[in-house]
């Protein structure tokens, strides 16, 4: 018998955000995809990222994380799906969805700018050349208020080393680029000479590069803001990111302790400011560090909807329904398949520890041997709780 779980409902929709008769495209082009990682399975697993904020509003989704067994998932954690979808299982597929959407006449709110050749620009809700121009790492001084961002130099990669020869070391160094880009795959810390050579033989096809200060980060925060269709601008909150030492996006907290001051909001919502001004609309998140020495430095800006973006429109829902206080933002692949992955992830909605936002079913997937991944929400009292909760879901194999 099916345990009826509290509806979890979030704050805003996308349907709310965005307006009516908007179609919501989360997944990166099929196109090789020199800044992101090139994954399709992963790619794929990001179409049901957002299912449950989505409210209304249609998405493109691959048909691995609509099936039978995720569906049931999704429901039993009380999420609202009351949203149409535009599935896709092949490359021929997702591209057979744009030529009828653009004789349709309907317009994408698109995550990441795909190639001419693939996405007409009829296609797209904003002009694309605009969103190229927010999130190329090139141009963040130019959104950043004064004092805020890293000091930083744009250059090659084939001048890497000359330019390296006057900044201060260690540094950062970053793929300077219209090309989608996210997750931190475009990011190189560079500690030593290994890996200035590494960082410009990485970058070595990319148009141009920016080399920026290292910060000594205390606290790493995605702040993130909607402007509606209406022209309302929101904060939806902050998280705190988790980062691997080489500059990797892992997840995200989301509790009291991931809100920053007044401060860093202000940072945050100038930069919003700042694209809204230029006619962007829609969700962004942007990294604002506080370093050892208390500044404030936004150091990548993502005109787009964020990993952590649903576990924040959930939050307040989570902590009403289910006394819960602190979301952990988790990714996770199944090495036994769907099979151990179902169970597993059915006791802990059960017991009022997870929520899943995205199951991508490997045995019903159109790549051979694919792995089963999943996206979701590990719930506590405390980090302590969540962290321990998590160890329950390695220890069943997922990882």
Known sequence: MQISRPAIVPRYTFSEIYGPDLIFNPRPSFAHNKWIPDCPVKLDLLTGSQFAVLGSMPVICNRSVTTKKATELYERAGLQLRFSVHEYSTEADYRNIFSRLEQEQKKMVVQHIHPEEEM????????????????????????????????????????????????????????????????????????????????????????????????????????????????????????????????????????????????????????????CKRGYKGIAGFDIAVTADGRKMAFDLNYRVNGSTAALLLRESIEEQLGKKVIKFVSWKSKGGIEPLYDEVKRGIEDGYFIPLSIYNGSESPYKDADTLLQGLVLGDTREEADQKEYIFQRAGLS
């Not at 963040?140 to 330019?163: C, I, M």
């Not at 920016?210 to 995605?222: A, D, F, G, T, W």
């Not at 601008?233 to 990797?248: A, F, H, P, R, W």
Request: glycine content about 6%.
């Open 120 to 275: 007409s620009s009829e296609n797209y809700w904003i002009d694309p050349r605009l969103v190229q121009y927010l999130n190329n790492k090139a141009n963040l001084e130019e959104l950043v208020p004064s004092g805020h961002a890293p000091k930083r130099k744009s250059t090659t990669a084939a001048d890497l080393h000359d330019q390296l020869e006057t900044f201060p070391f260690p540094c950062v160094v970053k793929a300077a680029t219209n090309e989608a880009n996210a997750a931190g795959f475009d990011v190189f810390i560079c500690k030593n000479q290994e890996d200035i050579d590494r960082a410009a033989n990485f970058f070595a096809s990319c148009e141009g590069i920016v080399i920026e200060e290292y910060l000594e980060i205390e606290h790493n925060y995605c702040v993130q803001f909607a402007c509606t269709a209406d022209d309302r601008l929101i904060y939806l909150g902050s998280t705190v990111q988790n980062i691997t030492e080489d500059g990797k996006y892992k997840g995200n907290w989301v509790d009291k302790e991931s809100e920053p001051d007044d401060e860093v909001i202000k940072v945050g919502r100038r930069i919003m400011e700042e694209g």
